[in-house]
């Protein structure tokens, strides 16, 4: 029950790429990886910020090794080239995080026309699953964890029809919607590589109610607004710092117990110690999966090839 940073293992020899890794949860997972001698890959939009973030871990893991990757998750052309640049430096990855996200935040489109919220947190991210795939099965036991939240328990399947909501926008429609996403996603790609005789595993988790620029930059998109402002406040004042948000997504990554296809959150919904928690929703979850596969490979033209 009390699992924390302290129980991570070494991580000598392994290299780790962490998406959104300048700030918040992506910069607490960073540093925890770093101090356990991973060779860490922060894959971060601001570049500048992404410097700031490599100062601030270099306080408590001077000898970290941490290499930097321009990545846009809103375009499929700087995913391309973010995967190109790890591609060539590394033969073998053996953990991938997919930690970055946007939420709540008004109607905007990604530079491919995708629904923000969906192509950043969700499709962004498969398309960098796919192209980084070949890494992770070479690695002897790579893990995916993708990072979802409680919001994806009020989230609607993808509508293959309408995956960006177009005429049906709402913030949190949107945002509910890319969550139950990455959840679909995280189990789904279990299913693919177990299928696949996969040494890989896929695992998800939630942060809780976590208390990081994200409520900030909600807040400041929507000039204000009354709910975003709600779960700002709420952050603030209950929930757990980004180091305590981000030992969920730590402890799917680094648990030698841990498991392809399991889910870790904290114990007490939103707050507390991380544990693996159950997968709910099950009735149509296949069907909702295979739509998002079809979807997610519609819009981004990329497969994800699990055979090695």
């Given at each position: 029950?009390?699992?924390?940073?302290?129980?991570?293992?070494?991580?000598?020899?392994?290299?780790?790429?962490?998406?959104?890794?300048?700030?918040?949860?992506?910069?607490?997972?960073?540093?925890?990886?770093?101090?356990?001698?991973?060779?860490?890959?922060?894959?971060?939009?601001?570049?500048?910020?992404?410097?700031?973030?490599?100062?601030?871990?270099?306080?408590?893991a001077p000898h970290a090794a941490l290499e930097h990757v321009e990545l846009?998750?809103?375009?499929?052309?700087?995913?391309?080239?973010?995967?190109?640049?790890?591609?060539?430096?590394?033969?073998?990855?053996?953990?991938?995080?997919?930690?970055?996200?946007?939420?709540?935040?008004?109607?905007?489109?990604?530079?491919?026309g995708f629904e923000m919220q969906f192509g950043v947190d969700h499709l962004?991210?498969?398309?960098?699953?796919?192209?980084?795939?070949?890494?992770?099965?070479?690695?002897?036991?790579?893990?995916?964890?993708?990072?979802?939240?409680?919001?994806?328990?009020?989230?609607?399947?993808?509508?293959?029809?309408?995956?960006?909501?177009?005429?049906?926008?709402?913030?949190?429609?949107?945002?509910?919607?890319a969550k139950l996403a990455n959840f679909h996603f995280g189990l789904g790609?279990?299913?693919?590589?177990?299928?696949?005789?996969?040494?890989?595993?896929?695992?998800?988790?939630?942060?809780?109610?976590?208390?990081?620029?994200?409520?900030?930059?909600?807040?400041?998109?929507?000039?204000?607004?009354?709910?975003?402002?709600?779960?700002?406040?709420?952050?603030?004042?209950?929930?757990?710092?980004?180091?305590?948000?981000?030992?969920?997504?730590?402890?799917?990554?680094?648990?030698?117990?841990?498991?392809?296809?399991?889910?870790?959150?904290?114990?007490?919904?939103?707050?507390?110690?991380?544990?693996?928690?159950?997968?709910?929703?099950?009735?149509?979850?296949?069907?909702?999966?295979?739509?998002?596969?079809?979807?997610?490979?519609?819009?981004?033209?990329?497969?994800?090839?699990?055979?090695?």
């Open positions: 029950m009390g699992w924390s940073v302290a129980d991570i293992p070494d991580q000598s020899g392994r290299t780790a790429v962490v998406t959104g890794a300048n700030g918040g949860l992506g910069l607490e997972t960073a540093r925890a990886l770093g101090e356990n001698d991973a060779h860490v890959v922060m894959a971060s939009r601001n570049q500048a910020k992404a410097e700031d973030a490599e100062d601030e871990i270099r306080t408590t846009d998750l809103g375009s499929l052309a700087s995913v391309r080239a973010a995967a190109a640049k790890i591609l060539a430096a590394h033969e073998r990855v053996d953990l991938l995080v997919n930690n970055a996200g946007v939420m709540g935040i008004p109607e905007r489109a990604t530079d491919d962004g991210h498969f398309a960098l699953t796919a192209l980084l795939l070949p890494a992770l099965l070479r690695a002897d036991a790579a893990r995916v964890v993708t990072v979802t939240s409680t919001a994806h328990h009020i989230g609607r399947p993808v509508n293959p029809d309408n995956p960006h909501l177009r005429g049906r926008y709402g913030p949190w429609r949107a945002y509910s919607q790609l279990h299913r693919r590589l177990a299928a696949a005789g996969a040494a890989a595993a896929s695992l998800i988790a939630h942060p809780g109610l976590s208390h990081t620029e994200l409520q900030a930059v909600s807040v400041e998109e929507t000039g204000g607004g009354l709910s975003q402002r709600f779960f700002h406040g709420l952050a603030g004042s209950m929930g757990m710092s980004a180091a305590g948000g981000a030992l969920s997504q730590l402890r799917a990554a680094t648990d030698p117990g841990a498991s392809s296809g399991e889910f870790y959150g904290p114990l007490f919904v939103n707050n507390g110690p991380p544990v693996r928690k159950p997968i709910l929703r099950r009735l149509g979850m296949q069907r909702a999966i295979d739509r998002l596969w079809e979807v997610s490979e519609r819009e981004t033209g990329l497969k994800l090839e699990c055979r090695a």
